[in-house]
């Protein structure tokens, strides 16, 4: 059924944290890799040749995901190199909090551009694109279920993509394409860590019973049981990766 050989993934924000743990960890499954980045090059190439280096294939494409056009192009280029695309991890996002009361209209659109708009576009061309029998995977957080003071646009923006994923997950019916989202709680990424005062990371850590951050791997780990023939069955779902925070 899922045979990954000779297969190919393309994650999106793939330069570093989750989505560069993700991207490894699919190279050593043995997908070829599409490493999407919006602005940092050099930390995407670093991430196509440790995969190279690993033994695997990989490319890394410029495309910022909030740009249909963008998005266009990336799934060409993918295509254009490795023949089609299998395998969709939606993965790059952005987040700024603020209280609602406080919340410009730039921290607004920012985030609704990616992580929303952007889902959305690389979700209508994985739809129209993705070779059947393929997997989407879409990122989402925990925090749509804590809701936690100053979280307000950037969780309702995952709450669009948990909506979103189960809707695909229906439509796609009859392709064998398996439509699913992650949510993962606290990671130790820089998403996460910049500009946080300790005691705060330090709070955070603690909220799980397991008592730490996540790491990129654990998500990656999550990321790739639904990519790979023991997920096959799974479709239309929000799998929490937390440590047991929600
Ligand atoms: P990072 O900030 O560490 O990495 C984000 C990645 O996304 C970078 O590679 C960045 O590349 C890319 N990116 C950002 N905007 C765009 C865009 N418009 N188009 C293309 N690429 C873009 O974040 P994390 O690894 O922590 O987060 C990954 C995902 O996991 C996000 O969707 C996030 O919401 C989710 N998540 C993270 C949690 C955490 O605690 N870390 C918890 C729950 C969910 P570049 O620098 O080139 O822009």
Redesign the pocket.
């Known amino acids: 059924m899922k045979d990954i050989k000779t297969r190919t993934a393309l994650v ?9 743990a993700i991207a490894e960890r699919l190279a050593a499954d043995g997908f070829n890799l599409v490493v ?5 090059e050099a ?2 190439l670093k991430v196509v040749d440790k995969i190279g280096s690993a033994g695997g294939r990989a490319i890394a494409v410029q ?4 740009d249909v056009s963008a998005t266009k192009r990336l799934f060409d280029a993918a295509e254009a190199e490795f023949g089609g695309v299998d395998v969709l991890v939606n ?5 700024k909090l603020a209280p609602l009361s406080q919340t410009d209209d730039a921290l607004f659109d920012s985030q609704v ?3 929303f708009k ?1 889902t959305f576009n690389a979700l209508r061309e994985a739809a129209n694109r993705l070779r059947n029998g393929g997997t989407i995977v879409n ?5 749509v279920g804590l809701k936690l003071e100053t979280y307000g646009i ?1 969780a309702a923006t ?1 709450a669009g993509v948990e909506t979103m994923t189960a809707i695909l997950a229906k439509e796609l019916r009859g392709r064998q394409i398996t439509v699913n989202a992650v ?10 860590l910049n500009g946080k005062p300790q005691e705060i990371v330090d709070r955070m850590s603690k909220m799980a019973p397991l008592e730490r951050l ?1 790491t ?1 791997e654990d ?1 990656a780990n999550v990321i790739a049981f639904l990519t790979g023939p023991d997920g096959a069955w799974v479709n239309g779902q929000t799998l929490r990766a937390n440590g047991g925070i929600i």
């Not at 999106?12 to 560069?20: E, F, K, L, V």
């Not at 993965?91 to 987040?95: E, P, R, S």
């Not at 949510?183 to 996460?192: E, H, K, S, V």
């Open positions: 999106t924000g793939a330069s570093r944290g989750i989505g560069a999407n980045y919006a602005s940092s930390a995407a495309a910022n995901l909030s993965n790059a996002g952005i987040m551009a990616t992580n952007g990122l989402s957080t925990s925090v950037y995952k949510a993962p709680g606290p990671t130790a990424t820089q998403l996460f996540g990129p998500i």
